[in-house]
């Protein structure tokens, strides 16, 4: 079954960026709707960008125009580009298809935000 390991994450001041990636195992995933998630503590995982299988991409409003989703098929990964970082931010953040599936959650990987 699908696998995904997401990697890229780190400490990262106000205003810096971050590129995160995530490697698929899945034999699928060229045809599947990828997203990025985040977790930050104490709230709930939420939405942050989500791209199809033709590329085309969707932004939650409070990274849109900051944060870029990209796919790689050939490669089976999904990046996410993080430009003019803000502290709330401040996550972990996990790939996953959109709807997501619950046994394809991973690790994630921790994105700090410093100020």
């Known amino acids: 079954q699908g696998r995904l390991v997401e990697s890229g994450g780190g400490l990262v001041q106000v205003g810096g960026s971050l590129n995160v990636s995530c490697t698929a195992s899945?034999?699928?995933?060229?045809?599947?709707?990828m997203a990025w998630y985040r977790q930050a503590p104490g709230n709930e995982r939420e939405l942050v960008a989500r791209?199809?299988?033709?590329?085309?991409?969707n932004y939650a409003d409070s990274v849109k125009g900051r944060f870029t989703i990209s796919r790689d098929n050939a490669k089976k990964t999904v990046y996410l580009l993080m430009n003019n970082l803000k502290s709330e931010d401040t996550a972990v953040y996990y790939c996953?298809?959109?709807?997501?599936?619950?046994?394809?959650w991973g690790q994630g990987t921790q994105v700090t935000v410093s100020s």
């Open positions: 791209i199809d299988h033709v590329g085309r991409s």
């Open positions: 996953n298809t959109h709807p997501y599936v619950r046994h394809f």
């Open positions: 899945a034999d699928t995933f060229s045809r599947l709707t």
